[in-house]
Each structure stands twice: as C-alpha cells, then as structure tokens.
C-alpha cells in the first residue's frame, strides 16, 4: 500500500494537466511581476490572476492546427480572458515558460526522492543496530575471506545513501532554478528585475546567464544523481539476491502466506523484489545519456532536448520514487538467519583466521615470505580435505584448519599449541565494530 500510494504522489506531478499547471503558475508569476514593475494596470493583472485557466481538450484541439504545444496553451488560456490577455506571456518566449515550469517540476519531485532517501536510510539504520555483531563470511571475488559482521554489511550501505543525500541535496540547488531572459537570453524586452520578481514569486533563483534555454547541464547533473542512486540500489539487490541463493541461504526477502514462487516447482521462494529493482536501476541509468547529450545544443538552443525530457524526465522520478520504496519494503521485512551465517562461516573448516596466523609469525622471527608459506602449506591441506568430502570440524570440535597447523612442526617451533588455538577467535574481528559505528552514525550509537 505505502509503495502505491508513493507512486502516486509522484505520478501527479508529471500528468498533462500538472505540467500545464505548472506552465500556468509561471505565466501568473510573470504578470505579478509586470504589474510590481507599473506594466500592467492592477485590474488587469486582478483579472488574469483570478480568471486564467486552461481546457487540456482545447489544447490538443489547438495544437492539432498549429503544431506548437506553448501556443496551443496560451490560446486556451486567453480564451478564459477578455482584453487582458494581451499581457499574459508579455516579453516571454516558451523556453521562459517549459524551463522554469520545469524547474518547479523537479524541484517538487527531487525534495519527494530526498525523504525517499532518507525513508530508507532510517529502515537501514535500524536493521544495522540489530545485527552489529552478528557474525558472518566476508567474501570478495565471491570466495570466503574473513569474519565481518552483517551490521558492517548495513552500515556500508548506510554511509553510501548518505552520501547520496547530500549529493541529491546539492542538485536541488543546482536544478531550482529559473529564466525569464527572453529568446536569446539578452533581456532586450524585459529588464532582468522581470526574471527577478517571477523567481521570487515562484521560490526559485534566477539563472545567472541564459540564452535561450536553462542550461541542460543542470538537468544532466540530475539525472547522474539519479543514475548513481539507483546504481547504490542495485548493489544492495545483488547483494540481498545472493545471500537468498539456495546455497548460502543467510537472508532472504519476506515471503508472504499465499504467495507462489514459480508456476512448476511449488517449493520456489524466489527473490524477485531484488530482481525487479536491479532492472528498474538499469532502466534510471539509462537516462544518463539521454541528459548528457542534451548539453550539447546548437548554438542559443535547439529543441532536440525536448523530446527526451518529455521521457526521461517522468519516467526517472517515478520509477526511483517506486524503487525506493520498493527497496525499504524488502530492507525492512528481510529475513536474516544468523544460524547460517555461522554455519557458513566455519564451512572452509577455519580457514578464515588464516591472516592472523601470518601476522602472528613475523613477531615470532619469521620473515614474511616464510609465514606465508607455512600458512598457506596447512590451508591447501583444508582445501583438499574439503574436496574429498570431509568435515571442516573434526572429532575434537576443533577445525580442520587448526589441526594441521597444530600438526606442522615447524610452526611448532615458534608457536605453543596454547598460543596457536588462541588465534582462533572471532571477537577479534568484531573488536573495533563499535568505533567504526561511531564513525558512520556519531556517538552515542
């Protein structure tokens, strides 16, 4: 229900008739701003700003015959009007009016990302405090590396969305902002306090120079933001999607009473949220090119921007307003299986603690290249053992690791038994887990 309700907010936002709202509010802004300059009469600005409207049906019908959307507009607008139309859309060109719409439209629909963003950074904080010390497997190149923590895991996620916060609140400074400098930006038929006044009214700034358009920079600003968070949403999917494989099995999405995994095998719990959100991520970024290329316009302007606004612009916010949401669900309904992360964790029979063993060896005389070689000798021993099917724990409870470490006599030349089994101790990994959370949540935490 919270991500339906999410979309639709969004949604409205970026309707023809919000769109043309918006076109409407600036037109209103420009005449208030007329009149605060002695241009237009008080009666007359009284009667736009309380009669203009417009009729989507007689826009199209408009633009069918003139093939231009902004003129289309202001015909519908001035046939609610008498006389005083004259003065809507004075001094303007349709770039004044399509950018700084849009800037209102990206502003609203930037500041419903931001709390997004900050929605989820709450759901992730909450689930990292629940399992800061829960133990787990570190891996990189997908193999087993050494003891970390899930609440590390979360907390790398967390530090990475706030990072994104801040960016997202950088480009809302960067895209509210607004034009009203005419065709060629030169302000030959209006004074740049007319600009001045209507971003005032409309709570944007104005551009510091324009020419006939708001540079597309801004909007590619935009869309990078966009595109990297939904890269940021896709790395937390892959991960969530690999944890549920059947052979790992530490965390797996919700699964709802009722619901199906797969129309032939009934056993299937699928991780398909992940899933749709990893190809939503793919479809943000996509965007980017799009909004990159648009930079690049001849020279004062031209509309080849135009057309791919008219769908990444949407089309970006709504699918990252759903995603977003759509990633808290998951975040915050995860299920996690401490159990298996253990299991897992002792699966490589100890071989996780195989760096403090070479650490521990050059205090005890050995060069570095010796100690690598004694650990490394004992480690394909376990790799081997576990190949040809046998325990990682032996009879003893004692790991296959510390076995034969325990069994290499020329680590037992500088090493006791006693000191070599007092390596193996996970609370030596998660010793500093409480400093690095005060790093990524402050103090108190």
């Known amino acids: 229900m919270v991500e339906r309700y999410a979309r ?32 237009i009469p008080d009666e007359d600005a009284e009667k736009i700003l309380k009669n203009a409207k417009f009729d989507l049906k007689r826009i199209e019908e408009i633009e069918r015959e003139t093939k231009h959307d902004v003129i289309a507009f202001l015909t519908s607008v001035a046939e609610s009007l008498g006389e005083e139309s004259r003065w809507v859309h004075y001094g303007m060109t349709s770039s004044d009016t399509i950018d700084t719409a849009n800037a209102l439209l990206m502003r609203d629909s930037l500041k419903i990302i931001i709390d997004d963003v900050k929605m989820v950074l709450e759901t992730i904080k909450k689930r990292a405090m629940e399992h800061k010390y829960t133990l ?28 994104h916060l801040k960016n997202l609140e950088e480009i809302l400074e960067v895209i509210s902002v607004g034009k009203v400098s005419g065709a060629m930006g030169n302000f030959a038929h209006a004074p740049l306090e007319l600009e001045e006044l209507v971003c005032q009214f409309l709570g944007l700034k104005p551009a510091p120079i324009s020419n006939q358009v708001i540079q597309r920079d801004r909007y590619a600003r935009l869309a990078s933001g966009l595109g990297l968070l939904a890269s940021s949403v896709e790395k937390i999917a892959v991960n969530i999607r690999h944890f549920q494989r059947t052979e790992v099995y530490e965390a797996e999405e919700y699964f709802s009473k009722g619901q199906k995994g797969s129309s032939a095998m009934p056993h299937k719990r699928n991780p398909i949220l992940s899933e749709n959100i990893t190809g939503l ?36 916010f709504i699918t990252t307003d759903f995603m977003l949401h759509r990633l808290n669900n998951i975040l915050k309904n995860l299920v996690v299986y401490p159990e298996n992360m253990m299991k897992n964790l002792n699966m490589t029979g100890g071989l996780v603690f195989s760096q403090r063993i070479l650490l521990e060896l050059p205090k005890r005389g050995l060069s570095r290249e010796e100690a690598y070689r004694v650990v490394q000798r004992n480690a394909m021993k376990v790799w081997e053992a576990l190949q040809r099917g046998e325990s990682p724990i032996n009879e003893k409870g004692e790991s296959l690791f510390l076995e034969y470490l325990l069994q290499d006599e020329e680590l037992g030349k500088f090493m006791t038994p006693e000191e070599i089994k007092s390596l193996f101790d996970y609370s030596y990994y998660t010793r500093n887990v409480d400093k690095i959370y005060k790093r990524v949540y402050g103090e108190g935490e």
Request: net charge neutral; aromatic share 12%.
């Open 8 to 39: 639709e907010e969004m949604k409205k936002l970026w309707t023809p008739e919000a769109k043309f709202n918006a076109w409407l509010e600036v037109e209103k802004a420009g005449v208030k701003a007329w009149n605060r300059l002695g241009l």
């Open 281 to 316: 991520a793919r479809i943000i970024r996509s965007y980017v090119v799009p909004a990159m290329e648009n930079v690049a316009l001849w020279h004062e302007r031209d509309i080849s921007h135009s057309s791919t606004e008219r769908f990444w612009l949407p089309d970006a």
């Open 136 to 163: 787990m497997v570190g891996r990189s190149h997908g193999i087993h590396g050494e003891p970390i923590t899930f609440g590390l895991v979360l907390s790398i996620w967390y530090e990475e969305f706030k990072r």
